[in-house]
């Protein structure tokens, strides 16, 4: 076990860190999910509304740190088109 003040200060500060990131990417997962269900109940405006919090909400992990601003970038990508293809096949 670390016995240094320093060692013990950065134990504490990983632990909070983690939480803090655990909890962001709960968040991005939680909201590219909703999207993905309400596609599937052809619910195409409430998934149209619901892009721009997932755009957000990913870009904002990206600039935290917490995702790569290349995956964001990825994820936001396949989003659009998949929302954009179920509306124009509606």
Not at 76 to 83: D, E, N, Q, S, Y
């Amino acid at each position: 076990m670390a016995t240094s003040k320093s060692t013990l200060k950065r134990i504490r500060q990983n632990n909070v860190r983690r939480l803090r990131n655990r909890s962001i990417k709960s968040a991005c997962k939680t909201a590219v999910g909703r999207i993905d269900q309400g596609l599937q109940k052809k619910d195409t405006e409430g998934a149209n509304k619901q892009l721009s919090q997932v755009m957000s909400t990913l870009q904002k992990a990206a600039s935290k740190g917490v995702i790569h601003h290349r995956t964001a970038s990825r994820k936001i990508a396949r989003i659009a088109k998949k929302v954009s293809t179920k509306i124009a096949a509606k």
